[in-house]
């Protein structure tokens, strides 16, 4: 059962365009919601996070959205640059318990110069 | 300062051996947590430290697999009789407390032949 999924295995953005990712969720107990970003051969690298009682944040050139009725969130890159590819994850909690973390499968984001 | 350290980085063993995977976290974190990355999937949570207690060992896929933290510090996850299956990058995190952001390593690959 995946609780949360990022269906987008792969998405290519030329350089100075706006990338974005997409990850949807099904349990309605998550709270906090966080977008990693991982290099090969290294961990992932914390990017953004949300609380469930916003539905926008914003550090520099990341955006974070988060639509609870649809339990769908993503990430914007603008403008994207190369140094932005990477793999992206998702992850999603419930704050109230352990906060452990519960992984989308990622987005590889290519961007072209 | 120093970020999470994983040894060894890369795991070779045969199908049956007992492996031992070392974490050790960012200084002053109380909360660590244990993560594999099979190929091709997200990362799946294994098991949460709190000091050197484990209140949360869902993941943790069989019986095999075993993990202890000591001096709230160091932590090692034993995987006995290895099998194939266990192939995987491990990853290790920390946080300052158990709703702070997760801090991770580089990972150590395991690879079982």
């Known amino acids: 059962d995946q609780q949360v999924k990022q269906n987008s295995p792969s998405l290519s953005v030329q350089e100075g365009r706006i990338s974005i990712l997409n990850c949807d969720y099904t349990?309605?107990?998550?709270?906090?919601f966080l977008w990693y970003k991982k290099y090969p051969a290294e961990g992932p690298t914390f990017l953004i996070s949300?609380?469930?009682?916003?539905d926008k944040n914003e550090d520099g050139r990341f955006t974070v959205f988060l639509n609870k009725s649809a339990k769908h969130l993503s990430l914007h890159i603008v403008p994207s640059q190369p140094g932005d590819s990477a793999v992206y994850f998702c992850a999603a909690s419930d704050r109230g318990a352990t906060n452990k973390l519960i992984f989308g499968t990622g987005t590889l984001l290519a961007v072209q110069p | 300062g120093a970020g999470v350290s994983q040894s060894p980085s890369n795991k070779v063993t045969e199908k049956g051996k007992d492996v031992e995977l070392r974490c050790d976290p960012i200084?002053?974190?109380?909360?660590l947590y244990w993560y594999r990355q099979s190929l091709g999937q997200g990362l799946e949570f294994l098991i949460y430290f709190q000091g050197n207690s484990a209140p949360d060992k869902s993941g943790l896929p069989s019986d095999r697999f075993s993990a202890e933290r000591t001096g709230g510090s160091v932590s090692t996850l034993t995987i006995q009789r290895t099998q194939q299956e266990d192939s995987a990058v491990y990853l290790c995190a920390s946080s300052f407390e158990a709703h702070n952001e997760q801090f991770f390593g580089p990972g150590t690959r395991l690879t079982v032949l």
């Open positions: 200084s002053g974190h109380t909360a």
């Open positions: 349990n309605s107990m998550f709270d906090y």
């Open positions: 949300i609380s469930s009682i916003k």
